[in-house]
């Protein structure tokens, strides 16, 4: 632990951060950007990412509040990698959030609300969560698989390069 900095200091820090994502779900709710989600990313102590859902502003689907805060933190940093990061959530991320924060590498997931009042809210991602359980082929949405061959040529190509960056 850095000195002067206690126990008591980090819960107040991790306070400040979660406020920050709560007043940000608020903010972005009564302009009428989105639903009622802010996020932002943390790294030693200091905020990197601010996100809050954006979907109806910006007509995109993917605009939830952790995955603004990530694009935000990522271009700040100047890195796709979040690790040394963590993400304070005005609500317990959907699925497609919580992949996204995997794929980032932040360290720790930190959330006020439950999904469920985010359900009790209209906003209930159970039936997401039921699908990706299921085999492509067994889910609601159809997914077949076609060009098996020609769809594996570019994962051949990227074998090869020498220049490719792993993430």
């Avoid at 903010?27 to 979907?55: C, K, L, Q």
């Avoid at 040529?153 to 390069?161: L, T, Y």
Wanted: hydrophobic share 40%; charged share 25%.
């Amino acid at each position: 632990m850095p000195p002067g900095r206690t126990i008591k200091n980090r819960d107040q820090d991790k306070a400040l951060s979660m406020r920050a994502a709560i007043a940000l779900a608020i903010s972005g709710m009564e302009r009428g950007d989105g639903g009622p989600f802010g996020a932002v990313v943390v790294r030693d102590g200091r905020i990197v990412g601010r996100g809050w859902n954006r979907v109806l502003v910006d007509h995109d689907p993917t605009a939830h509040a952790e995955i603004v805060a990530l694009r935000a933190a990522c271009r700040r940093l100047g890195t796709h990698v979040l690790s040394g990061c963590e993400i304070f959530a005005s609500c317990d991320p959907c699925p497609m959030c919580l992949a996204a924060i995997h794929w980032a590498r932040v360290d720790r997931i930190w959330y006020a609300a439950p999904s469920r009042a985010a359900a009790a809210a209209g906003f209930d991602d159970t039936r997401f969560k039921r699908e990706l359980r299921l085999p492509p082929g067994k889910r609601r949405l159809p997914a077949r698989r076609i060009l098996s061959a020609e769809g594996a040529e570019p994962f051949r190509r990227w074998a090869k390069m020498s220049t490719r960056t792993l993430y």
